[in-house]
């Protein structure tokens, strides 16, 4: 597994506020069950992306992610196809019950998150990264990700 920073600690700060996030690696690529995981942060929001690589002689390669029997966090929101002939498909952890952190920045979006006491800022690349090889589990066809985080 390879993590790294992307934004210094102080570029975070000014872009985002005081959060978890300031600290955390902005990057980490890994495998999983022989397939590339990628999990990123959106260097605009702050908020994570979790993608899974699929080769060409996946059955899901080249489907709308619309059309792929996977249940993620907040649903895919990513099918594209990269210079390599790969196949990713992605998730976003910046849906209404998310906290991102650009969103720290802005009293009005404070309050709303503090209005939804059930938004949580989804943290730490080890909880987007069980989130993304999940998509892999159970039979490689269906997963669901509500469960909450625990370290």
């Known amino acids: 597994m390879k993590q790294k920073h992307l934004l210094t600690s102080d570029t975070k700060l000014a872009l985002f506020g005081y959060g978890e996030w300031v600290e955390e690696p902005d990057e980490c690529t890994f495998k999983h069950a022989g397939f590339k995981c990628e999990v990123i942060r959106n260097l605009q929001f702050g908020n994570w992306l979790g993608y899974l690589v699929l080769p060409r002689e996946h059955p899901w ?34 849906h209404t019950w998310d906290i991102v952190p650009m969103h720290q920045i802005y009293p009005v979006l404070v309050k709303f998150y503090q209005a939804h006491r059930s938004a949580e800022y989804r943290t730490r690349s080890s909880w987007i990264r069980i989130q993304t090889s999940s998509v892999l589990s159970e039979k490689r066809r269906r997963v669901h990700f509500f469960q909450r985080w625990q370290m």
């Not at 080249?62 to 895919?76: S, T």
């Open 61 to 94: 390669y080249g489907l709308h992610y619309d059309d792929i029997d996977a249940v993620v966090h907040g649903g895919l929101t990513y099918g594209k196809c990269d210079e390599n002939d790969t196949w990713a498909i992605g998730f976003d952890c910046a």
